[in-house]
């Protein structure tokens, strides 16, 4: 698989937290032919497994993006929506938007709002609808809208809404078709709620009991004009091995373990620590007795805008990375 072409075949799927049935299918689908069991949980959780000898170790991708969800048709035909997730109303502002139906949609913020501190109550979704009754026939209070835009190239950079964290389900499922034998029982999670609260990952690693654990996530870069130094992550430095956010405190030995498995195979990496903002990792250290956790993070800028952007040399270098942990 190319994970270019699999990121855009994510990029087009639905999958906004607790509407994942698109997103899911298709990962279920592109993950088939590498998996001896594939489990859906009660939460929807796609849980992957490649049946191996060894300690039962568990890498969870979130599937689930950020979106929008209707609350309110008024009588022009506009929608006033709920958030789902770390949307940012000012940097949604003149959005393209998609509803799983196919229906598309602008936010727009109403004209005398204060951009600077714009509120979602402050802002509308045009569907092109005349009016209510129009509207009604196209969506429903309930409805889930996304970003809606292409995966866009940029040298070896790309630029789409939803690489947090479509990349990181992109690069295990890349690791997945390269691991033959494993040298552990691998369990690949692909969760479910992790933008509205680690939900998804925190009953997986209760179902899964691994013994270690490794959430894959995007990072916030720290390496743009006037960035905040809250970040250590940079575009193009390799794969970020997690030491802490503010969901977990990684467990040395993993840390160690990604550290040495990189420097063994020349693989480029970078330490990751991210002073706010939270992974799967956090739900999974603290399942049952306790989980030794880590984390494999591709940095990304502008993450939860409809522009991310991340470096596909550092996808790359995390597929590795994941390859190395799993078969050694
Ligand atoms: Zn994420």
New binding site residues.
């Given amino acids: 698989m190319e994970l270019l072409e699999v990121l855009e075949a994510l990029n087009r799927t639905h999958g906004p937290s607790g509407d994942e049935g698109g997103v899911r299918e298709k990962i279920a689908e592109l993950a088939r032919p590498f998996a001896d069991e594939i489990i859906t949980d009660t939460l929807g959780n796609l849980i992957v497994h490649k049946k191996g000898e060894g300690p039962r170790v568990m890498f969870a991708a979130?599937m689930d993006s950020i979106g929008f969800i209707v609350t309110h048709i008024e009588k022009e035909g506009f929608l006033r929506v709920g958030r789902l997730g770390g949307v940012v109303p000012k940097e949604a502002a003149y959005s393209n938007l998609r509803f799983k139906n196919g229906v598309r949609g602008v936010f727009v913020p109403e004209e005398k709002a204060d951009l600077g501190r714009l509120r979602l109550d402050q802002c509308f979704i045009d569907i092109g609808a005349d009016d209510e009754e129009a509207a009604k026939k196209l969506v429903r209070v309930g409805d889930t809208a996304v970003y809606d835009g292409p995966v866009r190239v940029m040298g070896d950079r790309v630029t789409a809404p939803y690489l947090?964290?479509r990349i990181a389900c992109a690069v295990l499922l890349c690791a997945l078709e390269q691991i033959e034998q494993p040298a552990c029982d691998l369990w690949m999670v692909f969760t479910v709620q992790?933008?509205v609260g680690l939900r998804g990952a925190k009953t997986a690693a209760w179902w899964v009991e691994p013994d270690v654990g490794l959430a894959v996530?995007?990072t916030d870069a720290d390496d743009t004009p006037g960035s905040e130094r809250s970040g250590t992550a940079k575009l193009g430095k390799g794969a970020a091995v997690k030491v802490m956010d503010s969901s977990v405190i990684c467990h040395p030995e993993v840390v160690a373990r990604l550290e040495e498995l990189a420097g063994a195979r020349d693989i480029p990496v970078q330490r990751d620590i991210l002073r706010a903002g939270g992974?799967d990792a956090g739900a999974i250290h603290t399942a049952r007795l306790g989980v030794k956790t880590g984390g494999i993070s591709i940095p990304c800028r502008y993450i939860h805008t409809p522009a991310e952007t991340a470096d596909l040399r550092d996808a790359a270098a995390c597929v590795r990375l994941t390859v190395a942990f799993a078969q050694q």
């Fill in positions: 979130h947090d964290d992790e933008e996530d995007v992974t």
